[in-house]
């Protein structure tokens, strides 16, 4: 039996177009890699449209939780089950462009070191998203609140960085992350005490604490337009309370387990 190179793991919850583009592309993408690919679903569908996706879906696993588990616990379903020597999950509103994923796949088989990695992320007018960042200090969140606020912008680049050259980082966000084995093995799947947001920047804080680097590999362009939820109503002035109190819970649940001033090392 060939052994499957790469396994992709797509959250689902009531977005089923999306689901259709994300297969198509995936597959796409991967028609000369060994590769299976993984929806998770949240949306506890009844049997009967469970049944009519898996008919739709037939190059697709699927796993229906029976309640939802938000997108750490439904990515762990995904995780738990997957057979590639990498693993990648990725939103279902994420587009991949071919060109260089065996060239990530590649890098991260030369950089043992490497436990995680995450591409550059355009949005569909070609416009750069702020994929990678320093971990979070309350001051930190603070400052990019009251950034976002006062220039009215839901995207702010990291000044100083190039984004067009291949670095460690200290976090990348959860929209696209490819992960080697034997680093997932060590460090474990995402912390699904986490419901919705921050789990990504947890999740590479605990690959280094583990002694794995975390890289931004911009090589590897994705097409992604994250919603930001709890912070794009504050910008135009309709916030939602429901999304930002997940964010700061969830942001709360980080600075305890890792401490107020977070760092690559585990020094506080």
Not at 188 to 195: E, I, P, R, S
Not at 222 to 237: A, F, Q
Request: with cysteine; aromatic share 12%.
């Amino acid at each position: 039996m060939k052994s499957i190179i790469l396994t992709l793991i797509v959250i689902e919850y009531n977005c089923i177009e999306d689901i259709r583009k994300s297969v198509d592309n995936l597959h796409s993408v991967c028609e000369d890699i060994s590769h299976e690919i993984i929806i998770s679903s949240n949306s506890l569908y009844p049997l009967d449209v469970q049944t009519k996706l898996k008919d739709e879906f037939l190059g697709c696993i699927w796993f229906f939780n029976k309640n939802n588990l938000g997108f750490a616990g439904g990515m762990n379903i995904g995780i738990a089950n997957a057979k590639g020597e990498i693993i990648i999950i990725v939103n279902p509103d994420v587009k991949i462009f071919p060109e260089n994923l065996k060239k990530a796949l590649e890098f991260l088989r030369l950089h043992p070191k490497v436990g995680l990695l995450g591409p550059k992320i355009i949005d569909s007018a070609g416009n750069l998203q702020d994929t990678c960042r320093k971990f979070m200090r309350p001051v930190d969140l603070f400052y990019r609140l009251s950034k976002r606020l006062c220039l009215k912008k839901d995207v702010l680049l990291e000044s100083g960085f190039d984004y067009n050259n291949t670095q460690t980082v200290d976090w990348v966000i959860g929209a696209f992350m490819m992960v080697r084995r034997d680093g997932l093995d060590v460090v474990g799947g995402l912390d699904d005490g986490y419901f919705l947001y921050v789990e990504d920047m947890d999740w590479c804080k605990r690959f280094w604490d583990k002694g794995y680097e975390v890289v931004y590999y911009p090589e590897l362009v994705v097409e992604y337009k994250g919603d930001r939820k709890s912070v794009s109503p504050l910008v135009s002035g309709q916030f939602s309370y429901r999304y930002g109190y997940f964010h700061l819970k969830s942001y709360l649940r980080f600075l305890k387990k890792h401490g107020i001033n977070p760092t690559r090392y585990g020094l506080m």
